[in-house]
């Protein structure tokens, strides 16, 4: 299974000149895309597919996978600077990432997030080539009640993200379940509550959502203040400040691990996506935390979790790809074309007919990760000073990107109308302190909810849903996830009595 000399040779074909230069230049084109809230990395890749045919199969697929990562590092500035979050995935950054740039830590805050980000990608670069010829095969283990099963493990990261308020964020994630069942039936294509409008047949579109929720909702707080940054914070202080962080995220040894892993097999399975692996490894690092009370103000420890677990589950999402045919995210669908485009089947028998290529293409990965070290830090000293430009100005600059990447998104006026419902939404649920995390977490999951608990109770009823062992071993770790706080807090009031 293993080949060690179709490994030789899949480096040798990645050392290429040719191969490097649009490894880099695909990654500076996703980092861009990714800077820039509302554009989407699987829109560029779909535009560029055609010009993808003039170029080698695997020449193209490594530039592609330059794009992804590029995107899904550079999705975490806008998260940092602006509340923004450039790709869904960077949801959870905001979390912990946006208060620290709110504090005047800005360039802490974007060197500890392209470190995490660039240990992630390199962790799961390392399980995608140790782990990837087999893997495929298990993820065909997950069928409906699995993936079920793995939906509901995300929705038990409302209670990390709204622990203050359990209740709040309980009842602002059941809303966001009933707007996510907004469209067409997953089952019968009978459209539910979309009172005629047509654009809602499909679905609640994604990113005029988020845009709204994180980014307009954003724009309008700001306008109450000078600057992000609070004042009377001290300004970053450059290149030592960045240096700090990507040093301070490597101190986080144990916390860089268990995310990546979580994130990098939360990427292997087909359609679980990076925002469900970037707050899973949120989760869990809030509850394996000593000081959960830290959580939310700007804790090092949560946004080396979310954008470790980001990064690697991008790279997790190619495995599914290359061994099974079956996409993990958008992004890799755009791959999965461009490989069939050029007359590559992926499948069971791709590490078998195709050595070389799948090698070359696994590597690329270590190479896209070395780029988010390098040239996303360079890039980082220069975007941190976003925080200290005048809202007066900043504001209108960030709007027009804003109502661009929702239009762009399925370039419908409407998108834009209800980014601007949404936005107004988001500036009600931060004033009363709800959870938007939460309301945008549900909303991502009830689909897949609802899809998988309809697709595995007709296949074999209710109790199909505990069946399988897999299913069995979700389930407990989703009693565990839910005792877990409860538990922390009988053993500090235990404490605090015995004191």
Same mark, same amino acid.
């Given at each position: 299974?293993?080949?060690?000399?179709?490994?030789?040779?899949?480096?040798?074909?990645?050392?290429?000149?040719?191969?490097?230069?649009?490894?880099?230049?695909?990654?500076?084109?996703?980092?861009?895309?990714?800077?820039?809230?509302?554009?989407?990395?699987?829109?560029?890749?779909?535009?560029?597919?055609?010009?993808?045919?003039?170029?080698?199969?695997?020449?193209?697929?490594?530039?592609?996978?330059?794009?992804?990562?590029?995107?899904?590092?550079?999705?975490?500035?806008?998260?940092?600077?602006?509340?923004?979050?450039?790709?869904?995935?960077?949801?959870?950054?905001?979390?912990?990432?946006?208060?620290?740039?709110?504090?005047?830590?800005?360039?802490?805050?974007?060197?500890?997030?392209?470190?995490?980000?660039?240990?992630?990608?390199?962790?799961?670069?390392?399980?995608?080539?140790?782990?990837?010829?087999?893997?495929?095969?298990?993820?065909?283990?997950?069928?409906?009640?699995?993936?079920?099963?793995?939906?509901?493990?995300?929705?038990?990261?409302?209670?990390?993200?709204?622990?203050?308020?359990?209740?709040?964020?309980?009842?602002?994630?059941?809303?966001?379940?009933?707007?996510?069942?907004?469209?067409?039936?997953?089952?019968?294509?009978?459209?539910?509550?979309?009172?005629?409008?047509?654009?809602?047949?499909?679905?609640?579109?994604?990113?005029?959502?988020?845009?709204?929720?994180?980014?307009?909702?954003?724009?309008?707080?700001?306008?109450?203040?000078?600057?992000?940054?609070?004042?009377?914070?001290?300004?970053?202080?450059? &290149?030592?400040?960045?240096?700090?962080?990507?040093?301070?995220?490597?101190?986080?040894?144990?916390?860089?691990?268990?995310?990546?892993?979580?994130?990098?097999?939360?990427?292997?399975?087909?359609?679980?996506?990076?925002?469900?692996?970037?707050?899973?490894?949120?989760?869990?690092?809030?509850? &394996?935390?000593?000081?959960?009370?830290?959580?939310?103000?700007?804790?090092?420890?949560?946004?080396?979790?979310?954008?470790?677990?980001?990064?690697?589950?991008?790279?997790?999402?190619?495995?599914?790809?290359?061994?099974?045919?079956?996409?993990?995210?958008?992004?890799?669908?755009?791959?999965?074309?461009?490989?069939?485009?050029?007359?590559?089947?992926?499948?069971?028998?791709?590490?078998?007919?195709?050595?070389?290529?799948?090698?070359?293409?696994?590597?690329?990965?270590?190479?896209?990760?070395?780029?988010?070290?390098?040239?996303?830090?360079?890039?980082?000293?220069?975007?941190?000073?976003?925080?200290?430009?005048?809202?007066?100005?900043?504001?209108?600059?960030?709007?027009?990107?804003?109502?661009?990447?929702?239009?762009? &998104?399925?370039?419908?006026?409407?998108?834009?109308?209800?980014?601007?419902?949404?936005?107004?939404?988001?500036?009600?649920?931060?004033?009363?302190?709800?959870?938007?995390?939460?309301?945008?977490?549900?909303?991502?999951?009830?689909?897949?909810?609802?899809?998988?608990?309809?697709?595995?109770?007709?296949?074999?009823?209710?109790?199909?849903?505990?069946?399988?062992?897999?299913?069995?071993?979700?389930?407990?770790?989703?009693?565990?996830?839910?005792?877990?706080?409860?538990?922390?807090?009988?053993?500090?009031?235990?404490?605090?009595?015995?004191?």
């Amino acid at each position: 299974m293993y080949d060690v000399a179709a490994m030789i040779d899949g480096l040798h074909a990645l050392m290429q000149i040719n191969v490097l230069t649009f490894i880099f230049l695909g990654f500076a084109l996703g980092f861009f895309v990714g800077a820039i809230p509302g554009f989407n990395d699987a829109n560029v890749m779909a535009i560029l597919l055609p010009f993808t045919l003039l170029l080698e199969p695997t020449t193209a697929i490594v530039s592609m996978v330059g794009i992804y990562c590029g995107a899904q590092a550079a999705g975490s500035i806008p998260a940092i600077l602006m509340n923004i979050p450039g790709t869904p995935g960077n949801a959870a950054t905001t979390l912990e990432g946006y208060p620290m740039a709110r504090a005047g830590r800005s360039g802490f805050a974007l060197g500890l997030s392209f470190g995490a980000s660039s240990f992630g990608a390199l962790i799961g670069a390392c399980l995608a080539l140790a782990l990837g010829p087999i893997l495929g095969l298990f993820a065909l283990r997950f069928g409906p009640a699995e993936m079920f099963m793995i939906a509901v493990l995300g929705l038990t990261v409302v209670s990390t993200l709204s622990a203050e308020r359990f209740a709040n964020g309980l009842m602002i994630a059941g809303f966001g379940i009933l707007v996510s069942l907004i469209g067409a039936d997953s089952m019968s294509a009978f459209p539910r509550a979309t009172y005629g409008v047509p654009q809602l047949y499909d679905g609640m579109p994604l990113i005029p959502v988020l845009l709204g929720l994180f980014g307009l909702s954003e724009l309008i707080l700001l306008l109450t203040r000078r600057t992000i940054a609070d004042k009377g914070t001290g300004e970053s202080t450059g &290149w030592a400040e960045i240096r700090a962080g990507f040093r301070e995220s490597a101190r986080h040894k144990v916390n860089l691990l268990r995310s990546s892993v979580l994130g990098f097999f939360v990427g292997v399975i087909p359609g679980a996506g990076s925002t469900i692996g970037s707050f899973l490894a949120y989760g869990q690092a809030k509850q &394996w935390s000593r000081d959960r009370s830290a959580f939310g103000k700007g804790n090092p420890e949560g946004l080396v979790a979310t954008d470790s677990a980001n990064n690697a589950t991008a790279t997790g999402s190619v495995v599914p790809m290359l061994t099974l045919g079956l996409p993990g995210s958008a992004s890799t669908l755009v791959m999965l074309a461009a490989l069939v485009l050029h007359g590559v089947r992926p499948g069971p028998e791709f590490f078998h007919n195709f050595q070389v290529d799948a090698y070359t293409i696994l590597f690329s990965m270590f190479v896209a990760a070395a780029l988010i070290a390098s040239l996303g830090i360079l890039l980082a000293r220069v975007a941190q000073r976003i925080v200290f430009i005048p809202n007066a100005l900043l504001v209108p600059i960030v709007a027009v990107l804003v109502f661009t990447g929702a239009y762009a &998104w399925r370039f419908m006026a409407f998108d834009i109308m209800l980014m601007v419902i949404f936005g107004v939404l988001g500036v009600l649920l931060k004033t009363y302190r709800y959870p938007v995390p939460a309301f945008m977490l549900a909303i991502i999951l009830g689909p897949l909810l609802e899809s998988n608990f309809l697709r595995a109770t007709r296949i074999g009823g209710v109790e199909s849903l505990l069946a399988s062992p897999i299913s069995k071993v979700v389930a407990v770790v989703i009693v565990l996830s839910l005792l877990a706080p409860l538990l922390q807090m009988l053993v500090a009031r235990l404490r605090t009595r015995r004191g």
